[in-house]
């Protein structure tokens, strides 16, 4: 009777804090879109966009701690001016995709430095926006969020088939006359949100880790679409709350802890499939 | 049977005389067309093969009626209105290298993708969508296949599930880029039944091809092209010793068997004729 007297301490405890509870509900949101939107995020070989978006917005944040704005709003603009930016710039500079990706981030996360360099006196908050704090979420953090998810998951819904078609086979969305440009800036959009949403829970520098990171997991283990955006948010949802548990007891930092559950479980699963001789499908 | 087909062309209205028209086209990226100098019109319910050596355009004219490249002269008209003003029309069977075999999607899942434009935007298939699937994995005798991930099919019957996703489109006009290269006879002529069987239902299916032989026994037209049109129309009438060896260059040998004269052309090898 002792065992599970004790576990279910284990568990319970943290939850008598209100700092755990909130950041249990926020980063089980964070985790539940940014698994929707990294399985198209994987299957479309969008993770250095997610990492060079996630990057922008940190010149947002700056200036609207600067000005005593909302960091959310600050984020938002910065990160959705960049996707739209970097569409905009590799069509007409004659540049690739990734080459426009690298100038557009660096010189946006360089302006971010740059202005966090010319505030004087305490930017320990700022530092919580580069590599997360889910336990500093507050109730007005978690109605943004809870927002700006419902707004993207409403959006992925809307538009599931045509995500999907322009994924697979972005040509034959074109001969059907699907607005194709449109949809790929609405991709980037979503992929911008969902950043600007994450970014308080595991920080500008990981938040690409739960973009891709849960979805590649699913991807191992199924061979079906909607399969493998279910599995993502499962795998997702079990990453944060178990990073969450671990640095609640071993006062690590949260972001990280969150991340590397996650790493983990993808090595797990890559594991798993090469023990039951699947071959690895190449992506 | 009561195709979709039927019921858009309301009873009393002539149909068209032609399905697809093509004027004075000319398409291609920047100031060089790709192809030029194109004109021809075809009637409902033919089979039309599109030959000529590699590069001499047929990938590139068929996405210029499907307005997938720049247009930079002339029009396309589907049922005399503007093609690129009806794409859902127009069935598209790209070349097999172009499908991402290792994405998680179903046979049925592919298929169900031709079904796209009539179900609209958020809304999920219906029963109707899901029996048009199987209907159209049966044409073409997949259907104990359908719940397979699309890359674990071999290359013919990869063939033949993106073939079942033109029909369920169910479009008026079908344009096939090379459907039977790299498959095995077998699947050849299922295919060509399909596409057969879609011509007498009145369907317009446009093929393009390498093998000559198969076009002068199996279609209604042929078009020639060698980055312009070189000559278009049956294939008795086109099929002549000037017409091929101007389509095809040196790339093309004709072999006299008994009275009958066969065709081979090769890209893959040059050789002067026999």
């Known amino acids: 009777m002792e065992t599970p007297r004790t576990m279910i301490d284990l568990l319970a405890t943290p939850l008598q804090y209100g700092f755990m509870q909130r950041a249990l509900l926020g980063g089980v949101l964070v985790a539940a879109v940014c698994a929707i939107v990294g399985t198209y995020v994987v299957l479309r070989g969008l993770a250095f966009i997610g990492d060079a978006l996630a990057h922008a917005a940190f010149p947002g944040v700056v200036i609207a701690y600067m000005l005593k704005a909302n960091i959310y709003l600050g984020a938002a603009i910065s990160t959705v001016a960049t996707a739209l930016g970097i569409a905009y710039v590799s069509r007409r500079a004659r540049t690739s995709y990734d080459t426009t990706i690298g100038i557009l981030f660096a010189g946006a996360f360089a302006l971010g430095i740059l202005l966090m360099s010319r505030i004087r006196g305490y930017t320990a908050d700022l530092f919580g926006f580069l590599f997360g704090n889910v336990l500093g979420i507050s109730n007005a953090d978690l109605a943004v969020a809870g927002i700006l998810t419902a707004i993207v998951v409403l959006a992925v819904a809307a538009c599931y088939k045509e995500l999907l078609l322009l994924a697979f086979d972005p040509t034959l969305a074109e001969a059907m006359g699907y607005p194709v440009q449109a949809l790929n800036y609405l991709l980037l959009v979503l992929v911008a949100l969902t950043i600007v949403i994450s970014i308080q829970a595991v920080g500008i520098v990981l938040v690409v880790a739960l973009l891709v990171t849960p979805s590649a997991t699913a991807y191992l283990l199924t061979e079906r679409f909607f399969r493998m955006m279910a599995l993502g948010v499962l795998f997702s949802v079990l990453a944060v709350v178990v990073g969450l548990y671990l640095s609640f007891y071993l006062n690590v930092a949260s972001g990280a802890a969150v991340v590397l559950v996650s790493t983990s479980v993808f090595f797990g699963a890559l594991g798993c499939r090469r023990l039951a001789g699947q071959r690895t499908p190449p992506l | ?274």
């Open chain 2, 1 to 274: 049977m009561n195709r979709p087909a039927a019921r858009r062309s309301p009873p009393g209205k002539p149909s068209w005389e032609y399905c697809l028209e093509v004027r004075d086209l000319a398409a291609g990226y920047g100031d060089k067309p790709a192809i030029q100098g194109i004109a021809f019109a075809i009637r409902p319910g033919q089979m039309v093969g599109v030959i000529g050596p590699n590069g001499a355009g047929k990938t590139t004219l068929f996405k210029a009626i499907l307005g997938l490249i720049p247009i930079l002269r002339g029009r396309v008209l589907l049922h005399e209105t503007d093609a690129r003003r009806q794409r859902a029309m127009m069935g598209y069977l790209p070349q097999l290298d172009d499908i991402q075999r290792a994405f998680p999607v179903s046979v049925s899942d592919v298929v169900m993708m031709g079904r796209y434009p009539r179900i609209g935007w958020c809304r999920p298939p219906r029963s109707a969508d899901r029996a048009s699937v199987r209907e159209a994995l049966d044409r073409v005798n997949l259907l104990e296949h359908g719940d397979r991930q699309i890359g674990r099919l071999s290359g013919g019957q990869l063939q033949r599930a993106l073939l079942a996703r033109v029909l369920a489109q169910d479009p008026h006009l079908l344009l096939l880029d090379e459907p039977v290269s790299g498959v095995d006879p077998t699947t050849q002529h299922s295919i060509f039944a399909v596409l057969e069987k879609l011509r007498d239902e009145g369907k317009t299916v446009v093929v393009a091809t390498h093998d000559l032989n198969c076009v002068v026994e199996r279609f209604d037209q042929v078009l020639c092209l060698s980055g312009h049109l070189v000559a278009f129309g049956p294939p008795a009438e086109v099929f002549r010793e000037e017409i091929l060896e101007a389509t095809y260059g040196s790339h093309l040998m004709i072999v006299k068997v008994g009275d009958r004269r066969v065709v081979v052309a090769d890209e893959h090898r040059s050789h002067s004729r026999a």
